[in-house]
């Protein structure tokens, strides 16, 4: 198969887990733990960073952002921005520093979800007054279920970024 | 990593960055640019999350059967005595009922929960890290709802409808501080406003704000929506009151925690009240 058409059968691929992951936001009931439940857009934008280089990243974060965003109804474009620069940063960084593991995957999908979940709170309830005190309550397992959450999606991303579609 | 930002890539996530920043922008003037793709979306999943809602109702319906079994038992027990309390009630119900339409007819007053148009609905979606609770129907503009419609269950109010797309709408529920419903205490029919409150909303509950500060209503008084101004009808139990009103810094004003008849983070499905009558209207 020609290095293009590989290419483009990947990111169709991406494209479909991306979906996949916002069918699974939003169904309701299904994997919510009390009143907890992964963001799985961001474990899949983290879990593709790590495979992909900087560029192809941030445009596929820009996208789990923008579906984040049109799925909730919050400022379309405030996710899609901030899961811009966190999908090329994770890429960054794994290209730079780190390597392409389990464990890194699971480690940059927590370190990615910490600035989604404080910015929502600042911009979506501290801005506006709503200062409840179950925030941090919410939070700890919320990184945790997040990071979980990249644990079923790193094998997946692996299989069709290194041994299905490898453009090298 | 000095290359990468002098180089190429770095220039368009730039430039996609700043894209990100005027959409923010043009969503947030209210031009509804964002609603166009949102309406898309909606759309394209709309089928999709239909089906995968049912899915899931499935799924949790079969692991609860063996998960929630000694929480059952529990409340089994609980409902076995208050089974008892409500036969007892029943006899003096149904005397107090006939009493009722005699009174009804002597002085001709229609029923207040008469008169609605209803649309059923299922829910499609949820995210459990929405704020308030708030989740999506499987019907929309085409089906008749609009911006504003009431959303009930059996059990009374869920919340409004906050954002109408042609075949899914959103819930705002009545957890949510961007509510404001209307009400009065059934017991002695003073007013007040539900809003939703995010330190009460943590434990899936509500206020009511603006009763008079000498407001006498007790906890487990009813609180039914009032109707007042014509854009919600009267008379649809909201919930019981938590605690007695705590009357405000000033003493004019008192607000009291609700605990909501409807549990919003477990309701299946709902009915949109898209329309009612005259009867089912209060005072303007």
């Not at chain 1, 983290?46 to 965003?69: H, N």
């Not at chain 2, 898309?40 to 059967?65: E, G, H, M, Y």
Request: glycine share 10%; charged share 15%; net charge neutral.
């Amino acid at each position: 198969m020609r290095l293009q058409s590989r290419r483009r059968l990947k990111w169709l691929c991406y494209a479909l887990l991306i979906l996949l992951c916002c069918l699974l936001q939003t169904m309701p009931r299904l994997l919510t733990f009390g009143q907890v439940k992964p963001i799985w857009l961001i474990a899949a934008c983290c879990v593709i960073a790590v495979f992909e280089q900087p560029l192809p990243a941030g445009i596929c974060g820009m996208c789990c952002g923008l579906l984040y965003d049109m799925a909730w109804g919050s400022l379309l474009g405030f996710n899609g921005g901030l899961f811009l620069l966190i999908g090329a940063g994770v890429s960054l960084f794994v290209t730079y520093l780190l390597r392409q593991r389990l464990t890194v995957a699971l480690l940059v999908t927590a370190c990615g979800t910490l600035p989604v979940l404080l910015a929502g709170y600042l911009f979506y309830n501290v801005m506006w007054g709503y200062t409840g005190g179950s925030f941090w309550l919410l939070l700890i397992p919320n990184l945790l279920l997040t990071a979980l959450a990249a644990l079923p999606l790193y094998p997946i991303v692996r299989l069709l970024a290194v041994r299905w579609f490898p453009e090298r | 990593m000095r290359e990468f930002l002098r180089g190429r890539q770095a220039r368009i996530l730039a430039v996609l960055f700043l894209l990100m920043l005027g959409l923010m922008l043009l969503d947030a003037s209210g031009e509804g640019y964002g609603s166009a793709p949102s309406r898309l979306l909606a759309a394209v999943t709309a089928p999709l999350q239909k089906a995968t809602a049912a899915l899931s109702d499935r799924w949790a319906s079969f692991f609860s059967r063996y998960t929630d079994a000694a929480a059952a038992h529990e409340q089994a027990a609980a409902l076995e005595a208050e089974n008892d309390e409500l036969r007892r009630q029943l006899i003096e119900l149904d005397e107090l009922r006939r009493q009722n339409e005699q009174y009804r007819q002597e002085l001709a007053i229609a029923d207040t929960t008469e008169g609605l148009t209803t649309l059923p609905a299922a829910v499609i979606a949820r995210d459990a890290n929405a704020r308030f609770s708030a989740f999506e129907i499987d019907v929309g503009k085409k089906d008749g709802v609009e911006v504003g419609n009431l959303v009930i269950t059996p059990s009374g109010v869920a919340g409004v409808v906050s954002a109408a797309y042609d075949r899914v709408a959103r819930v705002t529920t009545v957890l949510s501080p961007e509510i404001s419903i209307g009400v009065c205490i059934s017991a002695t029919g003073e007013l007040g406003e539900v809003q939703g409150d995010p330190a009460a909303a943590a434990e899936g509950k509500t206020l009511v704000k603006l009763l008079p500060g000498d407001c006498a209503a007790e906890a487990g008084s009813l609180v039914v929506t009032a109707g007042v101004g014509g854009n919600y009808p009267r008379g649809l139990l909201l919930g019981t009151l938590e605690t007695g009103v705590q009357a405000g810094e000033n003493g004019v004003e008192g607000s009291a925690r609700l605990i909501p008849a409807v549990d919003v983070n477990e309701i299946v499905n709902v009915s949109v009240v898209t329309g009612f009558t005259d009867s089912a209207k209060g005072g303007e």
